[in-house]
């Protein structure tokens, strides 16, 4: 019969799952450690693949030692349902060297990439950061990038072409010529490897010269856009 693992952060922050649906428990920090926990509710849109994290703070080097209590905790038997592993408000602790609850992320579904279908013209937004587009209008269509200062260093995006064009190019410009950085065309030419450029304000697409699977990549640095990029045949994307 499978028990109830509760963990309490606050008197209305608490979280509580079955033992059969714990996964594991990683040691990454010296002062931590994070539980696993199939989701205990999951968007439909998941498709039941989602996980729960708990993150606790420990004593330094005690992680053995705290994995051990919480694995034998899990795994014995108990006259109540529930096991307690961490109730910062009560001060009660599965093993003393647990110090309190760090962090409860619910409902995490892993490295999963944002993907978006774009047919229309479309205004990039600082919350699209870590997004794919995919191009797959026949006629391109215009998109804008945000301003740097409206982004946080890191931020990136990728744009895809997903399907022949039919009468023009897809066109992609920053707010100002911040642009750095090139594309590998994969079709020989010995007397052009690629575009590049130091201070670019527009990517074309080209109608024509296209490849389904071309791409380019950006990653802000907090003042410029790096680019990188690929396409199958020379000429598929010019950089101004």
Request: net charge negative.
């Amino acid at each position: 019969m499978s028990k109830y693992v509760y963990i309490k952060t606050a008197n209305n922050d608490a979280y509580m799952n079955t033992s059969d649906n714990f996964r594991g428990a990683v040691h990454g920090a010296d002062t931590g450690i994070d539980l696993y926990f199939k989701a205990a509710a999951v968007g439909a849109t998941q498709a039941g693949e989602g996980y729960d994290k708990i993150s606790l703070v420990i004593t330094t080097e005690k992680e053995q030692r705290v994995m051990d209590s919480i694995g034998a905790s899990l795994a014995g038997s108990h006259s109540k349902g529930m096991i307690v592993i961490a109730d910062d408000v009560a001060g009660e602790y599965v093993d003393s060297s647990i110090t309190s609850v760090g962090t409860i992320t619910l409902s995490a579904v892993g490295q999963v990439t944002p993907v978006e279908t774009l047919t229309a013209a479309r205004v990039v937004l600082a919350a699209d950061s870590g997004t794919t587009f995919i191009c797959s209008g026949g006629a391109g269509k215009a998109i804008t990038l945000p301003a740097v200062a409206d982004v946080p260093i890191g931020w990136n995006c990728k744009f895809i072409v997903g399907q022949a064009f039919a009468t023009t190019d897809w066109i992609i410009t920053a707010t100002a010529a911040i642009m750095v950085g090139g594309i590998n065309e994969l079709e020989v030419d010995t007397s052009d490897d690629g575009p590049v450029t130091v201070a670019g304000t527009t990517i074309n697409i080209e109608l024509g010269a296209e490849t389904i699977g071309d791409y380019v990549d950006f990653v802000c640095d907090g003042t410029k856009f790096f680019i990188r990029g690929q396409s199958k045949l020379d000429g598929a994307f010019t950089l101004a």
